[in-house]
C-alpha cells in the first residue's frame, strides 16, 4: 500500500473554517499565512496566555520576586512546570499569588496586594519585584501601578508592575508586557567597568544551563557578558543591561521588545541569533565576532579567528558521534511544534543533519516572515501550522506518520497518546540542548526516542499504519 493510501485511510482533522489560512501545505500554492491574531475562541489553541506569556520570560531573574495578582489558578504556571536554573539564589522557584477571592472581586484587591508585597519583602529580600496582573484584575481594575510605586517607595526596591491582564491579546502581548516591565531597570545600574566588547543575552531561559554553554563561547572569543535576559537572570545585571556593546536575541517573539528599546534609547545594536543546531551556532558566533571586529579593530583583533578555533574544536569532537547516530535515524520524520519559530527554524536544519525530515512544523508566536523563511527550508508537502490546537496536531501526527515529536509540556500527553516518541524542547528539560554539546545531547535524545523497540507495540503500528509496513 502506498504512503497515500495509508495517508488517506486516516481520518482527515476537522479544522475549522476559520483557522484554515492558518494551516499550510508547502507546495500548494503561494505560501502566505495568517498568524499572530487572537486564538479562536473554543478552538483550545495549544498557545498560553498573555500573563503567561510574560511569566516565562521574567521568572528566569533568580534574585526577583514574582507576584501573581489574581486567583490561585493563575499560579499554577510555576517554576515545576517550566524550569529555569539558577547558578546563585533560587527566589525565582517559589511562586506567590494574592490568592483573590469573591469579595476581593467585588472590593477590590488593592490592599490585599500591598499586604502580600510588604510581607513577602520583608520575608525575602529581593533585589525587585515583580507583581503580574491576571484577567480578572483587569476587569476589577485594581490600581497595579499605584500599588507598586508606593510598596516600591515603602520597601525601598523597585517594585514592577507587569500589565500582562491574560484576555488583552495573545501571548506576544505578554513577552512585550515582560520587556515593559525589564525597561524600567535597564538604565539604573553602574557601567563603569563594562568593556565594549560585550553582549546581553537575550531570549534564552536557562532551562537546562544553556546559559552557561553560551558563556563559556563569549569567554573563549573574548566577549564580556553583562547580564542574561533572563537565563540565570539577575536584577542589578539588567539594570547595567544598557552598558553592553551588542544584545543578543534569540527567540525574536520574546526578547526582540526589549531589545529595539535599548537601541533607540542607548544606541545598543542588536542581531538574531540562534544556539540551537549546529550552522545556526556557528553562524551566531561568527556574527557576534565580526560585529567586533568591525566596530573595534584594535580592541577585538583576532575575535574571528578565535571563534574560527572555537568552532573548528567543537566540530572535531562532534561531527564523528553524529555520524554514528545519523546512520539510524535516516529517513525517519519528525514533527515540531514550538513557542517561538526561531527554534523551528533551527530544528528544521538540525534534523537534516541527523538524516531525518520534519513532516509537520508549527509555533504558537510566528510571524507572517518568520513563516516565509520556514516554508523556504522546509520540503514540499510539509504541513506548516499556526497557534494549533490538539486535535489538528494528532491528526497531522497521524497523517504524516511521523516517528518523534518535539515540543513542550503540553504536546507531551498529545505525542504518548498516539504512541510517537516525545523530546521536550522546553518546560521539562533537563539536559542542555544548545550550543554544539546541545546538538549532541538533542541527537542522542532524539536516536534513543526514536529507536526504542516499545514503539513497535503501540495502538497505531499495531493498526498498520507504519510506513514500512504500509508500503510492502
Ligand atoms: S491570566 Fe487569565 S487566561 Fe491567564 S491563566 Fe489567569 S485567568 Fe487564565
Same mark, same amino acid.
Given at each position: 500500500m502506498s504512503e497515500t493510501a495509508a495517508a488517506a485511510r486516516i481520518e482527515r482533522p476537522a479544522i475549522f473554517e476559520e483557522r484554515r489560512d492558518q494551516i499550510r501545505r508547502i507546495g500548494e500554492g503561494d505560501f *502566505?499565512?495568517? +498568524?499572530?491574531?487572537?486564538?479562536l475562541a473554543g478552538a483550545v489553541s495549544q498557545r498560553a496566555c498573555?500573563? +503567561?506569556? *510574560?511569566?516565562?520570560?521574567?521568572?528566569p531573574i533568580a534574585d526577583a520576586l514574582h507576584l501573581v495578582h489574581g486567583p490561585i489558578g493563575c499560579a499554577a504556571y510555576t517554576w515545576d512546570i517550566r524550569g529555569s536554573l539558577s547558578s546563585g539564589p533560587e527566589l525565582h522557584r517559589l511562586s506567590f499569588s494574592t490568592d483573590l477571592q469573591e469579595l476581593d472581586v467585588v472590593f477590590g484587591g488593592e490592599k490585599k496586594l500591598a499586604k502580600a508585597l510588604d510581607e513577602l519583602i520583608a520575608r525575602h529580600h529581593p533585589k525587585a519585584a515583580f507583581v503580574y496582573s491576571t484577567c480578572i484584575v483587569g476587569i476589577i481594575g485594581d490600581d497595579l501601578e499605584a500599588v507598586c510605586k508606593a510598596a516600591g517607595e515603602r520597601n525601598g526596591?523597585?517594585?514592577i508592575p507587569v500589565q500582562s491582564e491574560g484576555f488583552k491579546g495573545n501571548k506576544r502581548e505578554?513577552?512585550?508586557?515582560a520587556c515593559k516591565a525589564m525597561r524600567r531597570l535597564v538604565g539604573t545600574g553602574d557601567v563603569s567597568d563594562v568593556s565594549p566588547l560585550s553582549v546581553n543575552i537575550m531570549g534564552d531561559f536557562n532551562l537546562a544551563g544553556e546559559t552557561w554553554i553560551i558563556r563559556r563561547y563569549m569567554e573563549r572569543m573574548g566577549v564580556q557578558v553583562v547580564a542574561g535576559i533572563t537565563g540565570d537572570g539577575r536584577v542589578d545585571d539588567i539594570r547595567r543591561a544598557h552598558?553592553?556593546?551588542l544584545n543578543l536575541v534569540q527567540c525574536s517573539g520574546s526578547t526582540q521588545?526589549?531589545?529595539?528599546?535599548?537601541?533607540?534609547?542607548?544606541?545598543t545594536p542588536f542581531i538574531r541569533v540562534s544556539w540551537i543546531g549546529i550552522e545556526d551556532v556557528a553562524e551566531s558566533l561568527y556574527a557576534i565576532a565580526e560585529h567586533f571586529e568591525a566596530r573595534h579593530p584594535k580592541l577585538a583583533a583576532g575575535m574571528v579567528e578565535r571563534t574560527a578555533k572555537l568552532v573548528r574544536e567543537e566540530l572535531a569532537a562532534l561531527m564523528p558521534q553524529l555520524a554514528a547516530i545519523r546512520r539510524d535515524l535516516t529517513g525517519k520524520r519528525a514533527a515540531v511544534y514550538v513557542g517561538g519559530s526561531f527554534k523551528a527554524?533551527?530544528?528544521v536544519k538540525a534534523f537534516r543533519h541527523l538524516g531525518m525530515e520534519v513532516a509537520v512544523v508549527g509555533s504558537q508566536t510566528g510571524t507572517e516572515e518568520d513563516y516565509k523563511e520556514l516554508a523556504a527550508i522546509c520540503s514540499p508537502g510539509t504541513i506548516v501550522v499556526d497557534d494549533a490546537n490538539p486535535?489538528?496536531? *494528532?491528526a497531522f501526527i497521524r497523517e504524516k506518520d511521523v516517528d518523534v515529536f518535539v515540543g513542550g509540556v503540553k504536546e507531551r500527553p498529545i505525542a504518548f497518546k498516539l504512541g510517537v516518541g516525545f523530546c521536550d524542547h522546553n518546560h521539562e528539560r533537563k539536559i542542555a540542548l544548545e550550543g554544539f554539546e546541545g546538538m549532541l545531547n538533542f541527537a542522542k535524545e532524539i536516536h534513543a526516542s526514536v529507536m526504542s523497540p516499545v514503539w513497535r507495540f503501540v495502538p497505531r503500528r499495531e493498526a498498520g499504519l507504519n510506513r514500512k509496513d504500509a508500503e510492502v
Open positions: *502566505s499565512m495568517a +498568524c499572530n491574531r487572537d486564538s498573555v500573563f +503567561c506569556g *510574560s511569566r516565562v520570560v521574567l521568572y526596591i523597585p517594585v505578554g513577552y512585550l508586557a552598558g553592553a556593546g521588545d526589549l531589545a529595539r528599546m535599548l537601541r533607540d534609547d542607548f544606541g527554524f533551527s530544528l486535535l489538528e496536531l *494528532s
